[in-house]
């Protein structure tokens, strides 16, 4: 009687488990005789493929193929994305937060193809770094360098998992050397260090991806957040926690690749991967894109559409650091890892 109570009990925590196992995976619609194309994004591409890349996609095909088709999706920090496809998760298309994540896939042997062929070298769309402050930003705050004042609370995704914390320390350090080199005609490295320097020491929180460090400022922790200014716009818009934007007065603008992760595309399954890809460059795509505040690589007059995008003053991308194969090891590792986090 013993045992069979205990094959009873073993049975019944197996099935739980594979139910909670069941409860953390991606959503996947039934085919029902059409296609479903599985995509892995960074964390903030939720709302504009879901709302509107996905169903505008999904009705296109339709109409010019006559097959219905689904989409399923997984969404987290874009080094934890990365990290699931080489893990073996079936991903066909990966969106991502940083270019380096893409080669680490094409290092890996998961994508063949080489993104950055196409004219816009794989990038779908981009955003400029802001500073988010409670609602009368009671702490003064107007750009970088006020968040290293004594007292301020941070929140900053970590750089392990998070490919916007990766941006939000090129942000910083950038900043701070493309001031001094505008005020002096040289970039002032000490400078730039000593201002991360600073900004760490009164990060009092990491969470995994940015999307879970707007979470944490939602629900009132800390009192700044350095993210993707899209974030802030999508906070304004569900008007559920006061707070102001800060547009510092020289940011980077974040660039996202998409990727075929071309190992786990099946030759019936290449067509419609392909014709997605090439889709999200479209005009209906990028508007789309801009409709959830990210900015258009294609079409600028499409931003001109946004009224709510701040311009920036003293804009840069990754180019001014040599691109992610210098920036990397310079910046995020011999930089940050090695002298601000480490110390």
Request: hydrophobic share 40%; with cysteine.
């Amino acid at each position: 009687m013993k045992q069979t109570f205990n094959k009873a009990v073993l049975l019944t925590s197996v099935l739980l488990a594979l139910a909670l196992l069941a409860s953390c995976l991606p959503q996947q619609p039934a085919e029902r005789g059409g296609l479903n194309i599985t995509v892995y994004a960074f964390s903030i591409m939720k709302e504009s493929l879901e709302k509107a890349i996905y169903p505008a996609f999904a009705a296109k095909w339709k109409r010019e193929h006559g097959q219905d088709m689904g989409f399923t999706s997984s969404f987290a920090g874009s080094e934890t994305v990365t990290n699931q496809i080489l893990q073996g998760v079936p991903a066909e298309v990966a969106i991502l937060s940083i270019d380096r994540d893409a080669q680490r896939l094409q290092h890996g042997g998961f994508v063949t193809t080489d993104w950055h062929n196409t004219p816009y070298k794989g990038i779908v769309n981009k955003t400029p770094f802001v500073i988010l402050v409670r609602g009368g930003n009671a702490k003064g705050i107007h750009d970088f360098p006020d968040l290293a004042k004594p007292g301020v609370e941070i929140i900053h995704p970590d750089p392990v998992s998070s490919g916007g914390a990766q941006w939000s320390i090129l942000a910083i350090y950038g900043s701070e050397l493309m001031k001094s080199e505008k005020q002096s005609g040289e970039q002032d490295t000490a400078r730039a260090l000593q201002l991360l320097q600073g900004i760490w020491r009164n990060v009092k929180s990491t969470p995994g991806s940015a999307r879970e460090a707007r979470t944490q400022f939602e629900t009132g922790f800390g009192d700044a957040l350095i993210t993707y200014e899209l974030e802030g716009l999508l906070m304004k818009e569900a008007k559920k926690t006061p707070l102001e934007i800060i547009t510092p007065k020289a940011t980077i603008f974040s660039e996202h690749p998409a990727v075929v992760i071309d190992k786990n595309v099946t030759p019936a399954k290449r067509a419609v991967v392909d014709a997605f890809m090439q889709f999200l460059w479209s005009d209906e795509a990028q508007q789309a894109f801009v409709k959830y505040h990210f900015y258009s690589v294609t079409n600028d007059a499409l931003n001109k559409q946004n009224a709510e995008f701040v311009p920036v003053e003293m804009p840069f991308d990754i180019s001014y650091f040599g691109g992610w194969d210098k920036a990397y090891p310079e910046v995020i590792e011999g930089i940050f890892r090695d002298r601000v986090q480490r110390k």
